[in-house]
Nanobody
Framework: QVQLVESGGGLVQAGGSLRLSCAAS????????MGWFRQAPGKEREFVAA????????YYSDSVKGRFTISRDNAKNTVDLQMNSLKPADTAVYYC?????????????????WGQGTQVTVSS
């Protein structure tokens, strides 16, 4: 089992920055991929970014590429999402997710463990 706790959400003006962090506990050495998803009101949950725990290879959605940066600290068992140049369209609940298996880093079905979510609100 793996437990995930997100932090760092909040309210920011458009153009501003926020940093989300996700701390994992439990069988963390078996994690293969760590990702961030988001869900805006009335919309489906969507992929934001992911990183492979061992190789550090990263993946981004087109909507955040160049603005967001995902990173991990394997010693601390954390995965962070640095969000710059935020837009009102980035407003959503952001979820951390990890998997111990294989699959596409962009697919929700790849992930087994999910955090409770943290709200990010970007005002115009």
């Amino acid at each position: 089992q793996v437990q995930l706790v997100e932090s760092g959400g909040g309210l920011v003006q458009a153009g501003g920055s926020l940093r989300l962090s996700c701390a994992a506990s439990g069988l963390t050495s078996t994690i293969s991929i760590m990702g961030w998803f988001r869900q805006a009101p009335g919309k489906e949950r969507e992929f934001v970014a992911a990183i492979r725990r061992i190789s550090g290879n990263t993946y981004y959605s087109d909507s955040v590429k160049g603005r967001f940066t995902i990173s991990r600290d394997n010693a601390k068992n954390t995965v962070d999402l640095q969000m710059n140049s935020l837009k009102p369209a980035d407003t959503a609940v952001y979820y951390c997710a990890v998997t111990r298996g294989l699959g596409s880093p962009q697919a929700m079905g790849t992930y087994t463990y999910w955090g409770q979510g943290t709200q990010v609100t970007v005002s115009s």
